[in-house]
């Protein structure tokens, strides 16, 4: 078991999110994230999702995704040059100075973004790998435990322009 | 020109060369049948209900290779439809389900008669859509077509909002198809049959395992070429039952759960297992582990995910059964392989399946015999349960013949609505459903539909008193305790009862007497001696259906068994007396 990436192309209808995700719901296939958003054709959505399966499951998930009507193009990321990044905020509440001074510190740091900012709270912004986001949520959990909020976009990704092109 | 939606769709479906459709008319769907109205080209078929409705439509599409095609209004006119969806799609059958809709400015407003059909159906069909704007209609309608029968065949499902049924645009038709997310294979790759006939040619216990997808495919003929032309023999699926004459001398049988002792044994026993068409369901396989264990297999498929779906495949082919087929003869050679086909021979004369010999006793298996002898250009339609499995066991099927039955799904209640569907696509055939006392009740209504549309078809309900098929696993898995499977039960019966005995109540309904009130020949057969004679006369009434209710032990079987969960070769071969 591991996780695996795949882009999807699919028509930018209604009910096609549906159909995708029943799919992995009829078959017992878990998602672990999923983003969607159109493309520069309106008429095509574009999804990044990833699962947690064995080969064998992950290769009938490529197949019964293929032979869906709505599906245009099944991409695996598994072993080709990708870029991937995932948006997450965190707001952290009850912060005193020294907690706020502590946030500035490990900004310089993690080059996240400090975007809004009240007396006794702090909103960051961050685009990152989700390994490095998670890392992140660890220490704030650790640093400022029950004070954090969090919002997780899911990893959007591209294929990397292949070496012979650049 | 302008003409509202209702009109595109009858033009449509014109384009499209439908001859005859199932419906069933409601308010959302009103427009779509005032279309219709006095129109000759379509023969437009009113059945009593909904699931037996797309069920004839499926019947009239596997007895004639044509897309069935389905209209009924919208919320309960749709969700009827579900089973009948499922059944078909299941069983890779070509239909167009059109259901109507509440007005699209109604659609989420919890309005009447509305449900979320496309929700419903998404998951149960091949494709479902809803039309949303008058000018999409004409590209889906054609669309749907051309997705039901493509590819793996299936159920495509249209749903039809009224304000779109009633607006007016172009009456222009489709003529090209491009959906940039279908393609399905239409060719085949070279290089794997090339691969898989070396792998056939060097084969000492090779054996052809023929599924549903090859009688789909209506590649009979190929097939029974293929066969000759090597040699191999040949098993099939309860599905793929027909691929090949099953009287011919290289049709060894049907394997799996109650297949022959011989089809099993070659199956456990074989050195390649060449398939074509079969998704190695676990009706056939059984304890998957040890299935074909020591066998290269070779799988043709037209659905790329059925490859390596349950069993792991060394050579995949993906294309359709019949371009497969045709390919390969170009390549097939003479095996030799005699004293293989031999030891299937002497396993085939060894454990012959029979039922009894008794005289005295009425089987299924003297039944079927009969449907044999005296039926010779027919189609057979079964319901689902031991009437099915005795029928797949027991028929003989050559090119004159079909076999149309719920194999993937199992739907109690198919076989009566079928066997109408059949016999509207193909009149001049006789046609014949085998039903238990159990399924024909599940839709018996449509005895209506047959005799309103003057259907000489003839009914055999195999009535022993039990939904036999579930009985016979109580029996011998769930130590004979018969839970609600008995139905002469009444209120008043005695709670401890476990056995039909003298003091049983009598069978309701009497199925002569049901016959008789719909307007159609009711008969009811207990010896042998009746049996030849029910039919001959069931076949000179040629006004109405004929019922023939047959009234059988209840106590039968359907022998051998594979037990759940054990491998092809532990077949339990007979009953335990008790």
């Known amino acids: 078991m591991e996780k695996r990436w795949i882009g999807l192309f699919v028509e930018n209808e209604i009910g096609v999110l549906a159909r995708i995700s029943g799919l992995f719901s009829s078959k017992s296939y878990n998602i672990e994230t999923l983003t969607v958003g159109t493309t520069e054709d309106p008429t095509i959505s574009r999804m990044t999702i990833s699962i947690i399966s064995d080969d064998k499951t992950f290769e009938q998930i490529k197949k019964q995704l293929n032979r869906s009507v709505e599906v245009i193009k099944v991409i695996d990321y598994t072993d080709i040059p990708i870029h991937k990044k995932e948006l997450v905020y965190f707001k952290i509440n009850s912060c005193n100075d020294k907690d706020k001074v502590e946030i500035f510190r490990l900004e310089e740091i993690y080059k996240y973004k400090v975007i809004d900012y009240s007396k006794n709270a702090i909103i960051i912004e961050w685009t990152e790998t989700e390994s490095k986001i998670d890392d992140l949520i660890k220490l704030f959990k650790t ?24 | 020109m302008l003409i509202t939606g209702a009109e595109l769709f009858v033009k449509a479906l014109k384009e499209e060369k439908v001859d005859t459709m199932f419906a069933y008319p409601g308010g959302q769907a009103i427009d779509l049948f005032d279309a219709l109205y006095k129109q000759k080209e379509i023969n437009v078929i009113l059945p009593r209900h909904e699931q037996a409705l797309v069920h004839a439509a499926d019947g009239y599409a596997r007895s004639t290779g044509k897309v069935g095609v389905c209209l009924v209004t919208s919320g309960p006119g749709a969700t009827n439809l579900t089973t009948g969806v499922a059944t078909a799609n299941y069983d890779s059958v070509p239909l167009v389900c059109f259901t109507g809709q509440v007005p699209t400015y109604l659609i989420g407003n919890d309005a009447f008669q509305e449900v979320d059909t496309i929700g419903i159906m ?59 997310g279908y393609n399905p294979n239409t060719s085949v790759h070279m290089g794997q049959v090339n691969k898989a006939m070396e792998v056939l040619g060097k084969a000492k216990k090779p054996i052809f395992l023929i599924g549903g997808g090859v009688n789909i495919a209506h590649a009979n003929q190929e097939m029974t070429k293929l066969a000759e032309i090597t040699g191999v023999p040949v098993v099939t699926t309860i599905m793929g039952k027909g ?13 799996g759960i109650h297949g022959s002792y011989a089809s099993n044994t070659a199956i456990s026993n074989c050195d390649v297992l060449f398939s074509i068409g079969t998704r190695f369901n676990d009706r056939i396989t059984g304890k998957i582990e040890e299935f074909a264990k020591n066998a290269t297999i070779i799988h043709v498929d037209v659905d790329p995910a059925a490859i390596s779906k349950n069993i792991s495949v060394s050579i995949p082919i993906v294309a359709d059964a019949k371009i497969a087929i045709e390919a390969i003869i170009k390549k097939a050679k003479k095996l030799d392989i005699d004293e293989w086909r031999e030891e299937i021979k002497s396993w085939k004369k060894d454990y012959k399946i029979r039922m009894s010999d008794d005289n005295n006793i009425l089987t299924p298996e003297y039944i079927i015999d009969n449907i044999n002898k005296i ?9 689902v349960g031991q009437n099915q499995l005795w029928t797949t066991q027991f028929l003989e099927i050559d090119n004159n013949k079909r076999l149309l039955t719920s194999g993937g799904l199992g739907t109690m209640g198919y076989g009566l609505p079928a066997a109408i569907g059949a016999k509207i696509g193909c009149p001049n055939k006789d046609v014949i459903n085998v039903s ?21 078809i003839t009914v055999c309900i195999l009535n022993n008193g039990y939904l036999g098929n579930v009985r016979q696993w109580q029996e011998m898995f769930y130590d004979k305790r018969y839970s609600s499977t008995c139905l ?60 023939i209710e047959f009234i059988i032990d209840d106590t039968l079987n359907v022998m051998p068994m594979v037990p759940p969960g054990n491998t092809l070769k532990d077949m339990i071969m007979q009953k335990e007396e008790n």
């Open chain 1, 143 to 166: 640093l400022f435990p029950n004070r954090v909020e969090i919002a997780r976009g899911g990893s959007v990704a591209m294929e990397a322009i292949s070496v012979a092109n650049k």
């Open chain 2, 488 to 547: 002469k039960y009444r209120k008043s019966c005695d709670e401890n009862c476990d056995k039909c005995n003298k003091n049983c109540p009598v069978y309701t309904p009497d199925f002569v007497k049901l016959a008789e009130s719909y307007g159609a020949k009711g008969m009811r057969v207990t010896k042998r001696e009746e049996v030849e004679k029910a039919f001959k006369e069931a076949k000179k009434n040629n006004t109405t259906p004929t019922v």
């Open chain 2, 436 to 456: 238990g006392d159990g399924g024909i009740q599940m839709n018996i209504q449509e005895l209506a539909t047959a005799v309103c549309q003057e259907l000489p």
């Open chain 2, 375 to 383: 039926y010779k250009n027919a189609v057979i339609t079964t319901d």
């Open chain 2, 243 to 255: 691929a090949i004459p099953t009287n011919h001398e290289l049709y060894v049988g049907n394997l």
């Open chain 2, 122 to 180: 998404r998951s149960i069909c091949k494709y479902a859509v809803t039309v949303r704007k008058r000018e999409d209609l004409a590209r889906i309608i054609h669309n749907a077509f051309y997705i039901a029968k493509s590819g793996k065949p299936g159920v495509v499902v249209v749903d039809i909002p009224k304000d779109v049924q009633i607006a007016l645009g172009s009456d222009e038709y489709p003529k090209d198809i491009h959906i940039r």
